[in-house]
Nanobody
Framework: QAQLVESGGGLVQPGGSLRLSCAAS????????MAWYRQAPGKERELVAY???????NHADSVRGRFSISRDNAKNTVYLQMNNLKPEDTAVYLC???????????????WGQGTQVTVSS
């Protein structure tokens, strides 16, 4: 069984920085697409950034230039460096990945449990 575990959330002042991590563990054969979403209270889940297996990335307009997604394939881990944080970035941040657990099983989408990011003075 594979799983994703996020870490790195917390409370930060406006203008501050945080780095989120999401590690895939368990029985993993291949990890392809990885991404970060966020969901604020009363709002729909929003795609923040994604990265494919060869490192191509895309970021939402609302975070471009402030956030940066990256991954370490050897560790099956994806990161989200968040700089110049704003109160409107406050949300639960969730990691997702498309993974195969064996060479014979189709890829499935997995989700982490989420980590809270609060930007407030």
């Amino acid at each position: 069984q594979a799983q994703l575990v996020e870490s790195g959330g917390g409370l930060v002042q406006p203008g501050g920085s945080l780095r989120l991590s999401c590690a895939a563990s368990g029985s993993i054969f291949r990890v392809s697409f990885m991404a970060w979403y966020r969901q604020a209270p009363g709002k729909e889940r929003e795609l923040v950034a994604y990265i494919n297996s060869i490192g191509n990335t895309n970021h939402a307009d609302s975070v471009r230039g402030r956030f940066s997604i990256s991954r370490d394939n050897a560790k099956n881990t994806v990161y989200l460096q968040m700089n110049n944080l704003k109160p409107e970035d406050t949300a639960v941040y969730l990691c997702t990945a498309n993974m195969q657990t064996t060479s014979k099983t189709p890829a499935s989408t997995y989700w982490g449990q989420g980590t809270q990011v609060t930007v407030s003075s």
